[in-house]
């Protein structure tokens, strides 16, 4: 038996119509350093109309053409979130922190023939425009000097500005009616192992990840919300928050290029965000800044963490010394990003709680999960058998960009391969010990790297610990503990040693130390395990070696 309900395709310039009509009181502040800009829902709906009129008539973008974007994160770029799908192209989140012989790669790959850029990065996007080869128009936005551009790329492209090109155009547009299932938006993985790879994400992708942002077990947006969306738009799509803000209602804080501990503090002051979402190395920075000056955060309800492993401590201080909430979450660009969330179960409270919020939480309704071993056996979900965490669902990609068949190395009988490792319990929670290539494999047991990392960093005198796997004659390998001390602290390896001790099996306990300025991040705010590695292996390290534990 059919069903009868009505067919409507699950396409982005329906969250668009409705985000700007039903919300379009809700706003997106974009910082600027000084006055912030204010930007209506019903503005960025006009807005979107007239970007779509200037693509079509100015550009050429008539059918499924590649539009890149190359910004921080602000109204013009969110409005361009929505006019690019919604008129059928197909919207490229560059990546500005990439090395740029990587960020032509991906324009070249993706045929890119627009770039939407920022005018702060002109100087950036000169760089490598010269080797975008499919690029035809460049949009600035912002009043900046675009010469550098014309300089690097000759008369292969024509330059346009956000504002002239906007001017005067029809502020609706009749955007197309698509097929739900073709592609939106594209984004590449950020290269943290190998070269990037893109992932297509579908309008019905979207749409149905938006709703799931959406739900109290998700990041619960709705429209009483201020969410100040650290996370990048040009970094899987900025975990989907611009997309759930209109679909919901919640208004955006958009930071711009202003990530920096004082400058957020100003944001959450004047701002009054109560949700936000980032990597750990930004909470960080801002609990450091938090814990030394007078900031007003009542507002902040929860914060969302996610993006590399939220250590226990870094949880700990935020909620019992600031009165903010610490969400963990999990995800891929692969899985749109969201994957899980951890949020505890009805009824448990106190320490079983805690216990809940450290791992990676529950995948929701639609994704499954599952952990396999080595020989790709399905493994119990029993909370204690480790293998690699594999999922699958409507927002979970099944091949890359480019990819006639999905690559044996990351798919699997119709399940994406993670790389992640871990356990899943009875009651749906992924507990992740470490990136397959980052367990560090001693003497046939392995030892979790971000265990060590989580312990290290508990210690009052750590700002940050990277914990890497280094070869050892009689073990294979063994761990490495670098770590970045609190200004003025003296605290030495031994002592850091016997306080893993207290946490951590004796044979798991780090020989080689190293104190370093600062943990290499990549281009996305995370340890770059990389750089570590190699800079050991080169002698670039002061390497303190103790007596085996
Ligand atoms: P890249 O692979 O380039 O870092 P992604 O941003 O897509 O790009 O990274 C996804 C990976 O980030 C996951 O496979 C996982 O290793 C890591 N990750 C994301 N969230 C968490 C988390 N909460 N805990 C541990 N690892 C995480």
């Known amino acids: 038996m059919r069903s009868t309900m009505m067919d409507a395709p699950l396409q982005i310039s329906r969250i668009l119509d409705h ?18 800009r204010r930007m209506t829902y019903a503005e960025v709906g006009r807005a979107a109309a007239r970007l779509a009129h ?19 994160n602000n109204a013009e770029h969110l409005v361009a979130y929505f006019a690019v799908p919604s008129m059928g192209a197909v919207l490229h989140t560059l990546n500005i922190r990439l090395f740029p012989d990587q960020v032509a790669y991906i324009a070249n790959h993706a045929e890119d023939r627009v770039v939407l850029v920022d005018s702060t990065l002109i100087p950036l996007l000169a760089k490598v425009i010269g080797d975008m080869t499919t690029v035809r128009h460049v949009v600035v936005a912002g009043g900046g000097d675009p010469a550098p551009l014309v300089a690097a790329a000759g008369d292969r492209i024509s330059v346009h500005h956000w504002d002239a090109l906007l001017d005067g155009r029809p502020d609706t547009y009749d955007w197309r009616e698509v097929d739900e299932r073709d592609a939106a938006a594209l984004c590449y993985t950020s290269g943290t192992t190998g070269n990037p790879k893109g992932v297509a994400y579908s309008h019905r992708s979207i749409y149905l990840h938006s709703l799931q942002v959406c739900t109290p077990e998700g990041f619960g947006l709705g429209p009483t919300d201020r969410t100040l969306a650290i996370v990048p738009m040009f970094h899987a799509m900025s975990w989907g928050l611009p997309y759930a803000a209109l679909f919901s209602g919640a208004s955006l804080i958009m930071p711009d290029r202003f990530l920096q501990a004082a400058p957020i503090a100003e944001m959450i002051i004047a701002e009054h965000p109560t949700l936000a979402g980032a990597v750990p190395t930004i909470w960080n920075d801002l609990l450091a800044y938090l814990d030394s000056h007078e900031v007003d955060t009542s507002s902040l309800a929860e914060v969302i963490v996610g993006g590399s492993a939220c250590p226990p401590a870094l949880m700990h201080a ?3 010394r600031h009165g ?30 805690w216990r809940y919020r450290y791992t990676q939480g529950r995948v929701p309704a639609g994704v499954e999960a599952r952990i396999v071993g080595p020989l790709a056996e399905p493994l119990p979900a029993d909370g204690t058998s480790v293998g690699e965490l594999e999922v699958r669902g409507p927002w979970v990609t099944g091949r890359y960009v480019g990819d006639e068949t999905p690559d044996e190395e990351k798919f699997r009988d119709g399940w994406l391969r993670t790389g992640d490792v871990g356990t899943l319990s009875p009651d749906g929670y992924i507990t992740l010990t470490d990136r397959a290539k980052d367990v560090i494999k001693s003497g046939g047991e392995w030892i979790s790297s971000v265990e060590l990392e989580n312990a290290l960093m508990a210690h009052p005198d750590v700002v940050e610990a990277c914990v890497v796997g280094v070869p050892d004659e009689r073990w294979g390998e063994r761990p490495l503990a670098t770590v970045v ?26 020989e080689r130390w190293a104190v370093i300025d600062a943990v290499p991040k990549t281009s996305v705010g995370k340890f770059d395990k990389k750089v570590v590695r190699s800079r050991y292996a080169e002698g670039g390290l002061e390497v303190r070696e103790l007596a085996a534990p």
């Open 324 to 353: 903010i909430r610490v969400i963990h979450a999990w995800g891929m660009t692969e899985t749109s990003p969201l994957g899980s969330v951890a949020r505890p179960p009805a009824g448990a409270s106190g320490e079983d709680a």
């Open 54 to 72: 200037a693509l079509r008539d100015e550009c050429g973008v008539t059918g499924d053409e590649r539009v890149a974007t190359f910004m921080w």
């Open 485 to 510: 001390l609190r200004e003025g602290a003296g605290v030495g390896a031994q002592e850091l040693r016997d306080f893993l001790a207290a946490s951590v099996a004796r044979w798991q306990l780090p």
């Open 19 to 36: 985000g700007s009509t039903v919300h379009g009181t809700a706003e997106v502040v974009t910082w600027t350093g000084a006055e912030p």
């Open 318 to 320: 935020f909620e019992e």
